[in-house]
């Protein structure tokens, strides 16, 4: 079974609209950590946001935010006020601790969703 | 912030030629490095953990003799392909991390083109 679903594989939205980019996840680990990136067309990859399953409140950063909903195990990434710079890849990703030893570990991927932003 | 250097951008070479990929954390420590591979319109995927001063820790499925990681210092982790084939062709990324729990920052990537 896939530890990082996303369902979207693609997204048409309009600029200045709010978009929310879906995933669900699947762990037994009681501690773990997700995150999304966004991977433009030329490739690199660079850090949004942060939640972690200890975390009382959803994270914020500017007009990102994540809508945790840890009964569902669902981390839904929300962007408000879409851009024309926002259209790029977008992944979800988790890090689980506990089977890692509790150490650094490698992150799984979700397979992203591809948005683009229309003027 | 966090940043992590990775060289080269890209490699285009023959069959058989064995490439090195640096992986350089530039303003903090780094005790573990990430190695990820991405296919062409799909995912990344963890290929090993690289360790300093030890040996990395490879993902099932992945050769260690194939791909070769050294981390010989707490800012320089490489990875070699080694005898490298036009399906070793991929797109090779780094990340490292500056704390444990803490966001993996990416490099720029590799684009390897075997001929």
């Known amino acids: 079974a896939q530890k990082i679903t996303q369902t979207q594989p693609g997204m048409f939205v309009q600029e200045k609209e709010a978009v929310t980019l879906d995933c669900t996840y699947d762990?037994?680990?009681?501690?773990?950590?997700l995150f999304w990136y966004k991977q433009p067309s030329s490739g690199e990859m660079i850090f949004l946001i942060y939640?972690?399953?200890?975390?009382?409140q959803n994270a914020t950063e500017g007009r990102y935010s994540l809508n945790f909903q840890k009964a569902r195990k669902s981390a839904n990434l929300v962007i408000s006020a879409s851009q024309l710079g926002d259209s790029a890849m977008y992944f979800c990703?988790?890090?689980?601790?506990?089977?890692?030893?509790?150490?650094?570990?490698?992150?799984?991927f979700g397979k992203g969703t591809h948005l683009i932003i229309q003027p | 912030g966090a940043v992590v250097s990775q060289h080269p951008s890209r490699v285009i070479c023959k069959s058989g030629t064995s490439v090195k990929i640096e992986c350089r954390s530039l303003?903090?420590?780094?005790?573990?490095m990430f190695w990820y591979r991405q296919f062409p319109k799909q995912s990344l995927m963890l290929m090993a953990t690289?360790?300093?001063?030890?040996?990395?820790?490879?993902e099932q499925g992945v050769e260690k003799d194939k791909f070769l990681i050294n981390h010989a210092s707490l800012t320089l982790s490489t990875l070699t392909v080694t005898s490298a084939h036009p399906e070793d062709s991929s797109f090779y990324i780094c990340?490292?991390?500056?704390?444990?729990?803490?966001?993996?920052?990416f490099g720029d990537g590799t684009r390897l083109s075997i001929l």
């Open positions: 990340s490292a991390s500056n704390r444990d729990y803490q966001p993996q920052h």
């Open positions: 762990t037994s680990d009681p501690s773990y950590g």
């Open positions: 939640q972690g399953s200890y975390d009382q």
């Open positions: 990703a988790m890090r689980e601790v506990m089977y890692s030893g509790g150490g650094a570990d490698g992150l799984t």
């Open positions: 303003d903090f420590q780094a005790t573990t």
């Open positions: 690289s360790n300093e001063g030890s040996k990395a820790t490879y």
